[in-house]
Antibody
Framework: EVQLVESGGGLVQPGKSLRLSCAAS????????MAWVRQAPGKGLEWVAN????????YYVDSVRGRFTISRDNVQRSLYLQMKSLRVEDTGVYYC???????????????WGQGTTVTVSS | EVVLTQSPGTLSLSPGERATLSCRAS???????IAWYQQKPGQAPRLLMY???IRATGIPDRFSGSGSGTDFTLTISRLEPEDFAVYFC?????????FGLGTKVEIK
């Protein structure tokens, strides 16, 4: 079964750091773009960051660039999001998602994790 | 960066009615790069459509997608009780994957 399982969320004070992890199973991680998508309480979806299948390209939404770092370990079948200098507005559910696969016939996010909740509050 | 504007914000309809959801891009985009998702309360989103008009695995044929250039549409031909949810469109840009703010389809 294709599955993504996030972990690492929790309550953290503003300015602190948190590292999210995502364990992938049931597919070959090394052939897919991967990404993090978040959702603030009662709000819509926001793409946060993505990373190419070999880790050679990484992109971030403007609001997190310089504070968040996306990374992956295809051998360990894992995706990560290191979050620093957290702000109250970073609060939300963070989804690990599977993106397009080589050779990029189609573009979509076809697998979503269940999400992990990050709460930034003093 | 492409900005996606979804309308209406909320659509109030009855089961059996037709739903038409709009997604407008701030610039012309390729149809290959437009996808739609459904999200129900407390659940992760689910892929509905990709490449504008291709239904994802297991999606019933009452869902259809169309559009080109800057205007894209998701149509639900006859609403079933399980279709009342929030729908998001998405664009896959070269370096960013942007979402629209969503359209909530609620029971009238």
């Amino acid at each position: 079964e294709v599955q993504l399982v996030e972990s690492g969320g929790g309550l953290v004070q503003p300015g602190k750091s948190l590292r999210l992890s995502c364990a992938a199973s049931g597919f070959s991680l090394s052939t897919y773009w991967m990404a993090w998508v978040r959702q603030a309480p009662g709000k819509g979806l926001e793409w946060v960051a993505n990373i190419k299948e070999d880790g050679s390209q990484k992109y971030y939404v403007d609001s997190v660039r310089g504070r968040f770092t996306i990374s992956r370990d295809n051998v360990q079948r894992s995706l990560y999001l290191q979050m620093k200098s957290l702000r109250v507005e970073d609060t939300g559910v963070y989804y690990c998602v599977r993106g397009p696969a080589v050779p990029y016939f189609y573009y979509n996010v076809d697998v979503w994790g269940q999400g992990t909740t990050v709460t930034v509050s003093s | 960066e492409v900005v996606l504007t979804q309308s209406p914000g909320t659509l109030s309809l009855s089961p059996g009615e037709r739903a038409t959801l709009s997604c407008r891009a701030s610039q012309s985009v390729k149809t290959s790069y437009i996808a739609w998702y459904q999200q129900k309360p407390g659940q992760a989103p689910r892929l509905l459509m990709y490449a504008t008009s291709i239904r994802a695995t297991g999606i019933p044929d009452r869902f259809s997608g169309s559009g080109s250039g800057t205007d894209f549409t998701l149509t639900i031909s006859r609403l079933e009780p399980e279709d009342f949810a929030v729908y998001f469109c998405q664009h896959f840009g070269g370096s960013s994957w942007t979402f629209g703010l969503g359209t909530k389809v609620e029971i009238k």
